[in-house]
């Protein structure tokens, strides 16, 4: 099993920055890619960001060019740092890890809230 503890979240301005963390421990070997994602009041929950174990990227259009994914295999730890945040990017964010055969683990999520 996989176990994930976000952090980083809060309240920031419009046009700010915030970096997320996710700790990550259990059967690290057992996951094959790592993913952000989000969900605002009244929202389904979305992919903001993944990185597979190859080091690929990919991003939900409304965040490219402004949130970064990445993983520091040393520290078990995946980041996504968001920059020119936007009152729309308001939401709990959640980390996800999904293994070889499509499972997934999830963290609690963090809250950012960015205010105009």
């Known amino acids: 099993q996989v176990q994930l503890v976000e952090s980083g979240g809060g309240l920031v301005q419009a046009g700010g920055s915030l970096k997320l963390s996710c700790a990550v421990s259990g059967s690290i070997f057992s996951i094959n890619a790592m993913g952000w994602y989000r969900q605002a009041p009244g929202k389904q929950r979305e992919l903001v960001a993944v990185?597979?174990?190859?080091?690929?990227?990919n991003y939900a259009d409304s965040v490219k060019g402004r949130f970064t994914i990445s993983r520091d295999y040393a520290e078990n730890t995946v980041y996504l740092q968001m920059n020119s945040l936007k009152p729309e990017d308001t939401a709990v964010y959640y980390c996800?890890?999904?293994?070889?055969?499509?499972?997934?683990?999830w963290g609690k999520g963090t809250l950012v809230t960015v205010s105009s």
């Open positions: 990185i597979r174990r190859g080091g690929s990227t």
């Open positions: 996800n890890a999904r293994g070889y055969a499509g499972e997934d683990a």
